[in-house]
């Protein structure tokens, strides 16, 4: 009894801590996790104004530790960083990691990534492999057509 009521307690914080608005108390960590990932898109399409990619579970862990990156970087992304990710250095000298998106195939949509500097690869109806600079991966989530970004993780 006394693991359950911690649990639900735990959750319950959790919830005010992450500021969640939600009146259903959470009875488990997924609910939890639901309500944190809605909080999250609002937040997200708040700052764009709009409609906001789906970010799987690597991308998210990408994202935080690319800012924690850019806290203690010196101009250059750590070796463990390069490492966890398959970051690889262009002939352009940036850096790019390889990601699964879903998107619409418009025209606009790939001069908008091509900007970028994003370098399409095989397409499979809406899913297409990509190489994406590092700093542009926080850039696509935005972009009008995109519907998830899947960050090739080990």
């Known amino acids: 009894m006394f693991r359950t009521t911690g649990m639900l307690l735990t959750a ?9 608005k939600s009146k259903k108390e959470a009875t488990t960590f997924k609910e939890v996790d639901q309500l944190q990932k809605a909080a999250d898109q609002q937040a997200h399409q708040k700052r764009s104004g709009g409609k906001v990619a789906r ?3 690597s991308t998210r862990a990408f994202l935080a530790d690319l800012n924690k990156e850019r806290e203690h970087m010196e101009g250059e992304l750590s070796a463990d960083f390069i490492h966890r990710y398959h970051v690889e250095k262009g002939a352009d000298g940036r850096n790019y990691v390889h990601a699964l998106l879903m998107m619409d195939d418009t025209k606009e949509l790939r001069q908008q990534l091509d900007k970028l500097g994003v370098k399409l690869k095989g397409q499979a109806g809406p899913a297409q492999m990509a ?3 590092v700093n542009a991966v926080e850039k696509i989530a935005y972009l009008k057509g995109i519907k998830l970004i899947q960050i090739q993780a080990p």
């Open 12 to 20: 319950a914080c959790l919830i005010l801590h992450l500021g969640c």
């Open 55 to 57: 970010l799987s579970a």
């Open 131 to 133: 190489r994406i600079p």
